[in-house]
């Protein structure tokens, strides 16, 4: 049982990792290359793909804006670039359109760089033709330029507040409550035990009492001169 109960707590673990790896937002430095507009027909990997554009109609294929780019050390990368709308995750991302002319002026080449800072979620997968979802896109101060995650850190630390706040909440709850309540029924089990104990005492002391009894009357009718129980 100790192995299941590790084993589901492992599994939980690392679904809340690649959870928020997915929808927590994440920094590239990049140079921009291209951006296109491409029709994408939708199959299994359709969850991977944010709504379409608000205002537009929905199908199972439409047209979505993409941002091609390269790190600084050559690999390339690839952006979708659609609207998230009022669902998840909750970017609220209404400027799809503007962001793609944004990207689309920061192009550059390898012999005249400019460096750009791509904010996103989700991953690349080639295999499952995964894009992530281009966010937000702003000129760098160059390819070594440092980012600290302030909304991961603030995500992530509240989190981790609102966790040990419950687990403190349960443990005062289960202090409060159900240990007593666990002892109260471990005591009326003691108190159970205690009794069906003094009961079977009782019943073989009553049995050693009547055996006794019937022991002696079979030895008075023993010597009942007539009697022919012996």
């Known amino acids: 049982m100790r192995y299941v ?25 990049v140079r921009i290359v291209g951006t296109e507009n491409r029709r994408i027909d939708f199959g299994e990997n359709s969850i991977f ?13 439409r047209d979505v804006f993409f941002i091609q780019a390269v790190y600084p050390n050559g690999k390339s990368m690839e952006y979708r670039n659609e ?19 944004d990207a689309q002026d920061m192009q550059s080449t390898a012999a005249s760089p400019r460096w750009a800072v791509v904010t996103h979620y989700g991953w690349r997968v080639p295999f499952f033709t995964i894009f992530p979802n281009a966010v937000a896109v702003r000129p760098a101060e160059g390819p070594e330029e440092s980012i600290i995650p302030w909304v991961n850190i603030v995500i992530l630390t509240f989190l981790a507040f609102c966790l040990f706040m419950l687990r403190r909440m349960w ?20 108190r159970a035990d205690a009794r069906a104990d ?32 012996c």
């Open 5 to 29: 109960k590790w084993t589901l707590l492992t599994l939980i673990t690392l679904f809340l990792i690649a959870f928020f790896h997915y929808v927590l937002p994440q920094h590239d430095i």
């Open 49 to 61: 793909w944010a709504s379409p554009d608000v205002g537009t109609a929905a199908g199972s294929s």
């Open 83 to 101: 609207d998230t709308g009022w669902i998840w995750p909750p970017y609220f991302k209404f400027d799809s359109f503007a962001l793609q002319t």
């Open 171 to 190: 443990l005062q709850f289960r202090e409060r409550t159900i240990d007593p309540a666990l002892e109260n029924v471990g005591d009326a089990l003691e």
């Open 198 to 229: 003094q009961a079977r005492l009782n019943a073989r002391t009553w049995w050693r009492r009547l055996s006794a009894w019937l022991t002696d009357q079979r030895i008075i009718l023993c010597w009942w001169p007539f009697s022919a129980a």
